[in-house]
């Protein structure tokens, strides 16, 4: 590339991924028996490489084929053809597998750039990879050299001060370790799982924490309760009830009670279930004539304390409904028939948090179904904020019409980017969510927030009237495990909640790393830094030609922001560019701090150089 000479890649990631799995990138090398991958073939004085040749590209079109045969690629079509939905199903799990492996990745290439303290300890990096500061309950995962027989440990922060931690729990793990020069071998660790706080973390920046040892012997055994135990006052009362100081949640049969300390906010009946029945298609919710509503409400429920500490507690509620099969042949009327499905619900408080986080799993047995989940807010609002992509705009909340509590329009469910804020003068409550991209607001006096998980529906869809397409095969059933993670937030109703949405989607990364100096970069660095936590940043990214990197904002609120970005040391040039990156105008050199206006709705794209 550095040569102009353009070699077609596609599983291959700069600094990143070389794993020679796609074989597009096949060139020919003199001498050598057969093609070889470029991005993996080690580079020798005089060789002689022919990029281009006749058995290069039948090559690359056959390795080509051979991808596409084996993924269903009817882009058009797609929404509509079992094959592909099938395979996407498919290809969200292996982007789940994909996106971990880099964050992996990414985190050890980075590491490589830190130049660590060499006193022996293993170094855990902590990254931020938002632009808010942020203080967390993080869980780490601990490997410690089984043959060091650990009796104790501690953690400690850039200055050698120890960090108090809880621990969770351990095991022995062998762990499989692929050197870039030598074969895979297994490393022996005892894995130590403990919950550690970590505070006002700078946006976009990383930190570095010391794990020390105390190293025994065969006399010795490890000890399960190290000192640096964090002081035990747990977060739980009971199973059923947890208070961090701020929130109170109380679990009860299907449901749980929420009690805000701060605001005096008391909500009721929050993380209801509720399946009805649905005798739409791809397109449209259709409740059936005959309808029947199953609820969790009052229904046989179990409570387990999964956790507690003065860090976290977990509990989880698992309630068991019984969910028809399906609908009759006319669609008119749920079936008789059903089958009892557990649904178990994780609930998570954190301290000093006002975040309840859910997370909700079932083996869905039922058909043609909308599965929902509610969040009344003992809030009296007509409107509630919606995010959407790049924006937040004021949506009306539908008003309960008649004494079958049906309200609004057919369409009464609207798609949702992150997160829908419903709040009044002193109070509010958020929902956030995770990958799921349905809800409906409505109220009978006290607004209401109703979550689709999912919508089990047959794969028929209208081409003309009464003229129907279906297919054998229906994955839009959504039979089989199911998993969804969301959040409710309560505030004063004056706090940004695009920013708690961000927090809440995007964990803290830790990577642990071995002893030892690497690169030439601080132990403790930032990106930079906004003065204004309400501008998005929808985009960090290297220049895709040149040196230097590419800062993409956007105002999501009616009203224009006034920001300033901060370096923690002067950068050589800033240039504003269209999205696509051409053209640029200077807006500063040789600065450390950039004032910028930023119109409603609007997004700008910088271009950041370092060096001149």
Known sequence: HQAGIQIPTLCYLKDINEIGACRICMVEVKGARSLVTACVYPVNEGMEVFTNTPKVLESRRQNLELLLSTHAHDSVHGSGDPKIKGDDLWRI???????????????????????????????????NTTPYTRSEIVELTLDLPQEERVESFAICDEQGQPIDFYPLGEEKFDLASIHRTNRPKSVYCDRRTVLIPIEDLPGLSYRTLHVTRKVGSDATSTNPFPEGVFPYAPIAKSPSVMDNGRIRVTLRDGFIDVEDHETGLTASGLCAFESVGSSGDFWVHREPMHNTTVTSVHGKTKLELLENSALRAVCRMTCTMDIPRGLNAARDRRLAETDPVEVATTITVTRGKKRIDFVTELTNTGRDQLFSVTFPTGITAETADWEAPFEVRPRPIDPVTNDHLKHGPELSRQAMQGYLDVHEKGRGMALFTKGIREAETFTDGDARIRLTLFRACTGTFPIHNDLLIGFDEEPSQCLGPQRFAYAVQLHDGTADMGCACRLYQTDLMATEVGCGSAGDQPERQQLFSLSDPRVAVSAVKLCEEGDGYIVRLNDPYGEPLHVTLTWPRSVARVERTALDEEGGEVLGENCAALTLDIPAYKIVTLRVRERA
């Open 93 to 127: 799990a292996q982007a789940q597998a994909l996106a971990n492996s880099l964050l992996r990745r990414t985190g050890e290439a980075l590491c490589r750039k830190i130049r660590f303290a060499d006193d022996g300890s293993i170094n855990v990096v902590i990254w």
